[in-house]
């Protein structure tokens, strides 16, 4: 399991870091994280044997996605030390695309300098919401105040490409306090918009609420209101609804790391329950800072698990994936890509999927309308 295939081609890979650390947990949230911050210095040092085992993985990299997690619960000097670690490790392009996720309540403007000097240059900030009510029931530690105060900091130290990620879809957020929401994260001009629907998962706080009955989620309508709203209210600002939940000021903005996982680019995660692509093949990391550390001390890879992908399998992700998008999927390049000419095979549900606003069709694309985007997940089940 340990024996892991260099990848197959040359494109520019993607690095992924992950930082299993969080001040506390949220209610609604099931990704794994500790709340023991002063294992961070361990954790750094296992992060370096970790990459030891990838050296060979890319001849080169243009992105750098730091996440978690809260990776704001390091200090900007062991932030600092981490990239400088990476850059020793692997070959990083000059013009790559250097992410930070940080949380509002961990940051001001000296950390936020912090990070430029470091050579990050984006950030993503965790606001998920600006009203306190909604904050409060999501379990977040931060306020309205710290989220603006978030975003002010980055602006004050220089950031051009700042992210601001949102959640929708909270039981008591009306669709007024959701515009208001956006409202003020507009006033930061903020170059990138993630808004995500509230999803739970079973073993959450919230989820154990909800089963209980003590509140219930949008139903299907409600959440396309939601989608829709928000939807049209960023392109009507001059964003553009380039992936289901995400949304750049201009086309350069898009992220790059990201787009890189819906494009099967080969990306590399390091990190307790980091997953990894090499272009057929997915493996992922031991879920816990102990198994993860274990390993690493043994001189293994931290792999727990991984699969091959057959040609169908890698078909399958790739209309997944590009319904999820605004560009959608350009026929000539599946077929070279996939091996499979979907005008010509899937003309039919095409067509279909078209006649019901799902899907526009030209002589080349293939693309969701919004209500498409919407209802991506089950249009690649064509
Ligand atoms: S939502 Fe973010 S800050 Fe909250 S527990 Fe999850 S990873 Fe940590």
Not at 22 to 34: E, L, M, P, Q, V
Not at 63 to 90: I, K, M, N
Not at 308 to 324: C, I, K, V, W
């Amino acid at each position: 399991m340990n024996s892991i295939k260099t990848m197959e081609n040359s494109a520019p890979a993607g690095l992924y870091i992950y930082v299993p650390f969080c001040r506390s947990k949220c209610a609604y949230c099931d990704f794994y994280s500790i709340t023991d911050g002063s294992q961070a210095a361990g954790y750094l040092h296992a992060l370096s044997r970790e990459m030891e085992h990838y050296r060979e993985f890319a001849p080169l990299f243009d992105t750098v996605y730091v996440g978690g997690g809260t990776p704001s619960c390091l200090d900007t000097g062991q932030l600092e030390e981490l990239l400088h670690r990476v850059r020793e490790a692997f070959p990083i392009a000059p013009n790559s695309e250097i992410t930070v996720e940080v949380n509002p309540g961990d940051v001001d403007t000296v950390f936020m300098r912090g990070l430029r000097d470091a050579g990050v240059n984006r950030v993503s900030v965790g606001v998920q919401s600006f009203d306190d009510s909604i904050l409060k029931s999501l379990g977040r530690r931060h306020n309205g105040r710290e989220g603006r105060e978030a975003v002010e900091a980055a602006r004050a130290a220089g950031f051009a490409n700042v992210g601001v990620d949102l959640i929708y879809g909270v039981p008591g957020q009306s669709h007024d306090l959701w515009q208001e929401t956006m409202e003020t994260a507009l006033v930061f001009n903020p170059e990138h918009l993630s808004c995500y629907e509230l999803t739970l998962e079973e073993g959450t706080p919230f989820h154990r609420r909800m089963e209980r009955g003590e509140f219930s989620l949008p139903g299907e309508e409600e959440a396309y209101r939601f989608f829709s709203m928000t939807s049209a209210f960023l392109e009507q600002r001059g964003y553009t609804h380039y992936e289901v939940s995400n949304f750049a000021r201009e086309r350069a903005l898009i992220s790059r790391h990201n787009h890189k996982y819906w494009d099967h680019t080969p990306c590399l995660g390091l990190g307790p329950a980091a997953h990894s692509f090499n272009g057929t093949r997915r493996w992922w990391n031991h879920r816990s800072l102990e198994g993860y550390g274990r390993d690493v001390a043994s001189g293994l890879a931290p792999v727990a698990g991984a699969e091959d992908l057959t040609p169908e399998e890698l078909r399958l992700e790739a209309l997944y994936f590009g319904f999820r998008t605004k560009r959608g999927i350009h026929g000539p390049e599946f077929r070279e890509r996939y091996g499979i000419d979907l005008f010509r095979e899937k003309g039919p549900a095409l067509r279909c999927l078209r006649d019901e606003g799902l899907v526009t069709l030209d002589d080349e694309f293939m693309a969701p309308t919004r209500r498409g985007l919407a209802l991506a997940d089950r249009l690649c089940l064509l």
